[in-house]
């Protein structure tokens, strides 16, 4: 297992300069000029000129693009034209609280997830089988902000049970800490819970159908020793893979919610910086959400080598 961890983290060094160079090139390829919205639409041909040499964006794309690959194998993802701090800084500064959400949304999803999955499992072609492909496909159909605008609605503004547009870290506390996330992490969790349900299903489905499910039957071992710990334990290394993609997933769907809710999270951030056309902050953004994907990949691969150690890796 240490030969493949070390294999991966040495891969992360071409892809970490592939990432960077595709984040550059797709950033620097949308319409719109940085200048314009620093000094003003108004502002005549000389003081965009201005602007552009005080960004940096009058240097030669080479240049930009050497310069950004450079200072981020380094961790130097350069300046922000618009907060007027390093995009390091003001990233590290949020990734708390998008940490945070995302862990309570993931958890809402193996919360509800797997267990409904389990249920519908074992019971094919019945009422509660078809409650739950019913209840995923609604999820699955509904977008984060239509539920979180729903939650708002119900649980923030009609009840007050909960409070809308405020954070609260967890040095404060624990409870309040989940009370101002909780909305925002249902909210973002349901979607990815009625995936993790589906897959869990399809995948527990095909394992009891297997022969060795057979014969554990036909020696007479109870079903919860059949599915706990022979079904299931096969069935796993499918909703582990599900639950990896979720992670990634909720990452992105956080850029949505963390707006939607107000928090002060990096998808917040992001959605300024793609307003403002704020190019380093965008970049680092990608830089860190691609690096967050190649973490996750390289865990999943551990979990693997730990449940079944007969997995190829390689």
């Not at 940085?34 to 003081?47: I, K």
């Not at 984060?144 to 809308?164: A, D, K, N, Q, S």
């Not at 409870?175 to 995948?203: D, E, I, K, N």
């Amino acid at each position: 297992m240490f030969n493949m961890i070390l294999r991966r983290l040495i891969l992360f060094v071409p892809m970490w300069i592939a990432v960077s160079v595709l984040s550059f090139v797709i950033v620097h390829a949308t319409p719109g000029d940085p200048a314009a919205g620093f000094v003003g639409q108004d502002t005549g041909a000389e003081g965009l000129a201005i602007a552009r040499a005080r960004l940096g964006l009058d240097r030669p794309y080479i240049e930009q693009l050497g310069v950004w690959v450079a200072g981020s194998m380094t961790g130097d993802l350069g300046n922000s034209f618009f907060l007027g701090r390093s995009v390091a800084d003001a990233i590290i500064e949020r990734l708390p609280v998008t940490f945070s959400l995302g862990l309570l949304a993931l958890l809402v999803a193996i919360v509800v997830g797997v267990p409904l999955g389990i249920i519908a499992a074992l019971s094919p072609n019945s009422w509660k089988d078809a409650s739950t492909i019913g209840l995923s496909l609604t999820f699955l159909s509904v977008p984060e902000f239509v539920v979180g605008m729903l939650l708002i609605y119900l649980l923030g503004v009609e009840w007050r049970l909960f409070p809308i547009g405020r954070y609260e870290p967890l040095s404060d506390g624990l409870l309040p800490w989940l009370h101002h996330l909780a909305l925002p992490a249902v909210a973002l969790g349901l979607s990815q819970s009625a995936l993790l349900a589906r897959m869990t299903r399809a995948s527990l489905l095909q394992v009891l159908e297997a022969d060795f499910i057979r014969t554990a039957r036909a020696k007479g071992l109870p079903e919860r020793v059949v599915v706990g710990k022979h079904a299931f334990r096969n069935a796993i290394i499918t909703i582990i893979t599900i639950i990896g993609l979720s992670m990634a997933l909720l990452l992105s769907g956080a850029f949505i919610t963390e707006t939607l809710f107000q928090l002060p999270g990096i998808g917040s951030l992001g959605v300024q910086a793609v307003l403002r056309r704020d190019y380093p902050v965008i970049q680092g953004l990608l830089l860190v959400a691609s690096s967050f994907v190649l973490i996750v990949n390289l865990l999943v691969d551990v979990v693997y080598r730990l449940l079944n150690p007969m997995v190829d890796n390689d």
